[in-house]
């Protein structure tokens, strides 16, 4: 087979920042920097080094014939034409099946590749090498990684993706500052240049805003029209409605999903088999089950006594965490909430009430950030092999923080006081108050936090040149991207980026909106309008504002998707005291025909939410027609590859004689 050639121009899609040396001082080859330069420069990858104002730069690029002895080093697994995952072999190259832009390798592949390529730039000498930085005198250890070491001495300042100037201002012309395309998104190009996880957050968003547009429309008419006494029969219409929407919106997210995955050739194996670092820092799960047995021997029963026993310690384990977590809330958040609340309720000036306001977001700052310290630090004594599923602990931990201080003052206003006036009050704070002031926040502070330490940078250069009186300007654009925010998440950036909080926005919105829908029916048409400014200031903060994010594999939305679906199930259950309050004005609590109207319409959309699972397929027929295809051909190759192995070991044990060997023998 052909080997692994260049395809394409040379992309520069990393780079390595390091402070300005001295270069007064001669350190000659024992340099550090040169060294590592070298190091990089052995391995296969193509340097261009930048000099900015305070520090340099080293760019990295790898042409695909680097990439693929990385890949297969590594012993990735790519798709191939007849549907089976195999190992990445460099001279069979034809044989794995391209991405959707036709590269071989994904972006997430290939930055596994570079973070392989950089950090394993090793002593493979016997004995330790001295190495100097300026005057700083370094230990290079045998079999050390040198950027590890250079990281730990804080010569190495950091490690970051860069942006591709062409691919990004393709997509900013094409996606972020495409006015007229309000939710179509070039998805396969946002994959090809963020990854998989960030392709799917915004495939998501976009088929979320689109199917916005029924509960906004009915929502619109229910608010705006008045239909005298039958109003109180368009409720319960609109909240089956919207229930059925969300149902089926879920499940058709589902066979997206499913269909993206298919035409992505998704490779989970590397994602979810390895452990995951983000740039050599490797988040290890405790004593795996195959550490545990390894000096057992060949003893079956205590192979499977100690199985069994890593199993049950694992489930307590995960079981006395989330205990924890929610005997927290329930003692220490709900008091705080419900006093939040019931001061709300009871004080009758607008500026106090604005007052507690600013004091409470304050306060809850702090319990937010207490929360998610102690739930990363539970995580890390569970028992979850992959970095997939302490991210989905993580994210259900801390999603019952946010969950309890958005939702209990509207509960209590709603369930308690039955005070409709100020419930409508408090969501339209929530909603559009509070998330337009968010949006301004998250594009805002990004921009702020630049131009800051562009300030910086500059004024410690003019610091150091006492006599200059020249403009001091930034000529590298990997310098401008170095000064940029990473695009990370408010609680643990090791298993989490910045798609956290953004899904959390999300989740918190449809939250309020379905669990209050009789409340404020207009909210929905809000939203949409929302949904539609936040793809584009998303899109634009990503591709303008921050730096280039860290590929992050993924197969669906996570934990995401079933915190969407229980917040359906609550919604059942609030709108449904939403309408009886609304039929048993006089708090009597009779069951009047309407109370048992709507009691038994709950018991109907309950069974209705849990049916839908089988009336649409969560995958579309064309996918799994697909799989049962490859797995048919996989079959079929493998059982004719051991059947010519099992021919051909019979014949080397009996081979079978020639006519002139017979002729002998007689």
Same mark, same amino acid.
């Given at each position: ?17 390091? &402070? ?21 420069? *052995? ?9 900015? /104002? ?15 002895? +990385? ?12 549907? $089976? ?9 034809? +044989? ?20 392989? %390529? ?41 490690? @970051? &993706? ?9 997509? /900013? ?83 997206? *999903? ?54 049950? @310690? ?23 909430? /419900? ?27 702090? @319990? ?5 310290? $102690? ?8 028992? !979850? ?53 968010? !949006? ?5 502070? &990004? ?12 004024? *410690? ?26 695009? =990370? ?52 903060? %990503? ?32 709108? =449904? ?35 839908? =699972? ?10 799994? +027609? *697909? ?27 009996? &081979? ?11």
């Amino acid at each position: 087979m052909n080997a692994v050639k260049e395809e394409e121009e040379i992309v520069y899609e990393v780079a390595v920042v390091v &402070p300005k040396r001295n270069l007064k001082e001669e350190n000659g080859e024992y340099d550090c920097v040169e060294v590592l330069v070298n190091e990089f420069r *052995n391995v296969g990858l193509v340097v261009d080094r930048v000099l900015g /104002l305070s520090d340099e730069f080293i760019k990295l690029g790898a042409p695909l014939e680097t990439l693929g002895r +990385a890949a297969a080093k590594l012993g990735m697994k790519k798709p191939t034409h007849i549907g $089976i995952e195999l190992q990445f072999e460099c001279e069979e190259t034809e +044989a794995f099946l391209r991405q959707p832009d036709g590269s071989l390798f994904s972006w997430c592949e290939r930055f596994q590749c570079y973070r392989h %390529l950089i950090y394993e730039t090793v002593n493979k000498k016997d004995s330790d090498i001295s190495l100097k930085f300026d005057s700083k005198e370094i230990q290079w250890e045998a079999g050390e990684s040198l950027l590890q070491r250079l990281e730990s001495e804080g010569i190495v300042k950091q490690v @970051f &993706p860069l942006h591709d100037e062409t691919k990004r201002k393709k997509l /900013l012309k094409s996606w972020a500052l495409n006015c007229w395309d309000l939710t179509k998104q070039p998805i396969d190009e946002i994959y090809a240049y963020f990854g998989t996880k960030i392709a799917l957050y915004f495939a998501f968003i976009g088929m979320y805003t689109r199917w916005m547009i029924f509960p906004a429309s009915f929502g619109l008419v229910v608010q705006l029209v008045d239909f005298g006494s039958l109003q109180l029969l368009v409720l319960p219409a609109f909240f089956v409605g919207i229930v059925l929407w969300a149902v089926l919106f879920f499940q058709f997210w589902k066979r997206k *999903n499913a269909a993206l995955a298919a035409r992505w050739q998704l490779n989970f194996s590397v994602s979810t088999g390895q452990g995951y670092k983000v740039l050599g820092r490797e988040w290890s799960c405790i004593q795996s089950p195959m550490e545990v047995i390894k000096n057992l021997g060949n003893d079956k029963a205590k192979e499977k006594e100690a199985f069994q026993r890593y199993e049950w @310690f694992g489930y307590l384990k995960r079981f006395r965490n989330d205990a924890l977590v929610i005997l927290s809330i329930i003692c220490l958040q709900l008091p705080f909430e /419900l006093a939040y609340a019931h001061l709300y309720e009871v004080i009758k000036s607008d500026i106090v009430k604005f007052g507690l306001t600013a004091v409470y977001l304050f306060a809850i700052q702090y @319990f937010t950030q207490i929360g998610g310290k $102690i739930s990363i630090r539970l995580i890390k004594h569970e028992n !979850n092999e992959y970095t997939e599923y302490r991210a989905d602990s993580l994210v259900y931990k801390v999603f019952g923080l946010y969950f309890m201080q958005s939702y209990i003052g509207v509960f209590y206003h709603a369930l308690l006081h039955r005070n409709f006036k100020t419930l409508r009050q408090v969501l339209i704070q929530r909603l559009i108050i509070s998330e337009v002031f968010q !949006n301004l926040l998250e594009n805002s502070i &990004p921009y702020l936090k630049y131009n800051y330490k562009k300030y910086r940078a500059v004024r *410690n250069k003019k610091k150091r040149e006492k006599g200059s009186t020249g403009k001091i300007q930034f000529t590298s654009r990997v310098e401008k991207e170095y000064l940029k925010p990473t695009y =990370s998440a408010s609680i643990c950036e090791e298993l989490e980026d910045g798609l956290f909080d953004d899904f959390l926005e999300l989740a918190l919105q449809f939250g309020m909106i379905m669990m209050f829908a009789c409340a404020f029916p207009l909210a929905f048409a809000f939203c949409a309008l929302n949904n539609i400014a936040e793809i584009k200031t998303d899109a634009l903060k %990503l591709l303008a504002m921050l730096k280039r994010p860290v590929p992050r594999a993924a197969a669906t939305i996570g934990a995401w998707l079933n915190i969407f679906q229980f917040l359906i199930l609550m919604s059942i259950c609030t709108n =449904s005291a939403l309408l009886v309050w609304l039929y048993d004005q006089e708090g009597k609590w009779k069951i009047e025909p309407g109370l048992a109207a709507i009691l038994i319409m709950e018991h109907v959309l309950l069974l209705i939410k849990f049916g839908f =699972s089988r009336f649409v397929p969560d995958e579309p027929a064309w996918v799994r +027609a *697909n799989r049962m295809k490859n797995a048919t051909q996989a079959q079929y190759m493998c059982s004719k590859q051991l059947l010519r192995s099992i021919s051909g070991g019979e014949r080397s044990l009996n &081979p079978r004689k020639t006519p002139d060997e017979l002729k002998k023998t007689e």
